[in-house]
């Protein structure tokens, strides 16, 4: 997951990702002359792309190497920290929003703006708006590898014996007094041990065999996997401004009336309890046929489509709210270790990663959405030539004024615990919504003081 709340106490463990040998720290000289670049990412259905890069690098490069260590997220940020306090980091990382303030802060990135300059890299060729995330100050951390989008994903069967069809799921609206064709749906879809949907007066909401609606809550303080979007469908904006703002809008009663929302599904029955929540992930369980909707992100797109899936899954657009329909659209980039010793190398092979080399055999294997706007357009046509529609995250991303900025700030990975406890509290039903979030509203906006 892009932005899930990284917790405490995980184990320091690194993955070797090649069939090379893998360090886990900064590039090392091999023999013959030839200069080690390290590489770190998370994600481990992208891992064959970048192999596929890396092969490629190195042919253009015979004096370079790369290798390539994959560590899943819940250790990646944890073990990249503690190497850069031991002065130990990798050469090149992924990079995300939430993250990347604090590197910049302890001068642990390069600035790569004077590098852009000197070999004239075209920012303009990538989706509007990602290379912008990574500037402050007018020093630039990072080139855009990849963008997301959210959608839907449903089950089609379990949808459909309740006469929900694929029009009516393009064209659901949301509100927060009464759901909106959406709650109607997620109603329909929500089974109990008897056969009784949600609308049923006798449907009974202790007994569900399978949930019309399954909500994320280890989600930060971001909700990009569910309560973001409908938060700013209804009108929510995180801050002052974005990015580097330094006033959170948590306490917005946009906010608190979809929270409030969130909570009541779980009351009606129609969404797991928190705490009788399964570990097993939300797509998992939709995969099982447990649940009927999530939200999800475009990274998981092979995650439905897989072919051993026996479940008929399908994309739709988000529903339309009171601000219109939104999606939060998101992007990682790959950064250089200030420390590396081999600036140039490491740049060289920072520069492919974002270049069409690179980002058009990332766009074969249609594991995500390369940011080069070229690519996306390679992307599609796999997923077409499969007979898939994915244009639910393609048209989100085209539409004007469709799409909106997660917040990128300064006290990102303290604010994210902070707003995921607050808000989980709420689901378990410990606090209201309103007190939990001006609560921690106050707190997060003290950060900045």
């Known amino acids: 997951m892009r932005n899930t709340y990284l917790r405490a106490g995980a184990a320091l463990l690194c993955l070797a990702a090649t069939s090379t040998l893998v360090s886990c720290g900064a590039s090392d000289d091999a023999a013959g002359g030839r200069t080690t670049v390290n590489y770190w990412l998370w994600d481990d259905k992208q891992l064959p792309a970048y192999q596929d890069c890396a092969t490629a690098f190195q042919?253009?490069?015979?004096?370079?190497?790369?290798?390539?260590?994959?560590?899943?997220?819940?250790?990646?940020?944890?073990n990249l920290?503690?190497?850069l306090t031991a002065g130990d980091a990798p050469d090149v990382w992924t990079d995300q929003s939430s993250y990347y303030p604090q590197f910049a802060a302890s001068n642990q990135l390069t600035d790569l703006q004077p590098l852009v300059d000197r070999d004239k890299v075209d920012l303009s060729a990538y989706q509007t708006g990602l290379a912008d995330t990574w500037v402050k100050d007018g020093k630039r951390y990072g080139l855009p590898k990849d963008w997301d989008t959210m959608a839907l994903v449903y089950n089609t069967t379990m949808l459909g014996q309740q006469g929900v069809d694929a029009a009516q799921m393009k064209n659901l609206t949301w509100n927060p007094t009464d759901g909106g064709t959406l709650e109607?749906?997620?109603a329909k879809a929500t089974v109990d041990s008897k056969g009784r949907n949600g609308l049923d007066p006798a449907f009974d909401k202790n007994h569900v065999k399978a949930y019309g609606f399954l909500a994320e809550w280890n989600d930060g303080s971001q909700g990009q996997n569910g309560w973001g979007e409908l938060a700013a469908a209804n009108g929510f904006s995180y801050l002052d401004k974005n990015p580097w703002g330094t006033h959170y809008?948590?306490?917005?009663?946009?906010?608190?009336?979809t929270i409030a929302w969130f909570k009541h599904l779980?009351?009606?029955?129609?969404?797991?309890?928190?705490?009788?929540?399964?570990?097993?992930?939300?797509s998992e369980l939709l995969i099982a046929g447990k649940g009927a909707v999530m939200i999800a992100?475009?990274?998981?797109?092979?995650?439905?489509?897989?072919?051993?899936?026996?479940?008929?899954?399908?994309?739709?657009p988000l529903?339309?709210?009171?601000?219109?329909?939104?999606?939060?659209?998101?992007?990682?980039?790959?950064?250089?270790?200030?420390?590396?010793?081999?600036k140039e190398q490491a740049w060289k092979w920072v520069k492919f990663l974002a270049s069409p080399d690179c980002q058009n055999l990332v766009a074969e294997r249609a594991v995500v959405f390369p940011a080069l706007k070229t690519a996306t357009q390679k992307v599609l046509a796999v997923h077409?030539?499969?007979?898939?529609?994915?244009?639910?995250?393609?048209?989100?991303?085209?539409?004007?004024?469709?799409?909106?900025?997660?917040?990128?700030?300064?006290?990102?990975?303290?604010?994210n615990p902070l707003v995921q406890d607050a808000i989980q509290s709420v689901m378990l039903g410990r606090a209201q919504p309103d007190a939990a979030l001006k609560d921690v509203n106050d707190k997060v906006n003290g950060l900045f003081k």
Request: overall charge positive; cysteine-free.
């Open 266 to 282: 779980i009351d009606k029955g129609y969404a797991p309890r928190l705490d009788k929540q399964s570990t097993v992930a939300n």
């Open 184 to 186: 109607q749906t997620i």
């Open 384 to 415: 077409q030539a499969k007979g898939r529609d994915v244009s639910a995250f393609s048209d989100a991303a085209a539409a004007k004024g469709g799409t909106f900025m997660l917040p990128v700030t300064d006290h990102g990975t303290e604010i």
């Open 319 to 342: 529903p339309t709210g009171p601000a219109g329909r939104k999606s939060a659209i998101n992007g990682l980039s790959d950064a250089i270790w200030a420390g590396t010793k081999h």
């Open 81 to 83: 920290t503690t190497q």
């Open 297 to 316: 992100g475009s990274w998981t797109i092979s995650t439905f489509t897989d072919p051993k899936v026996k479940q008929k899954l399908a994309f739709a």
């Open 249 to 257: 809008n948590y306490d917005d009663p946009k906010l608190v009336s």
């Open 59 to 78: 042919k253009a490069n015979p004096d370079i190497t790369v290798k390539i260590t994959q560590t899943a997220w819940a250790q990646y940020w944890q």
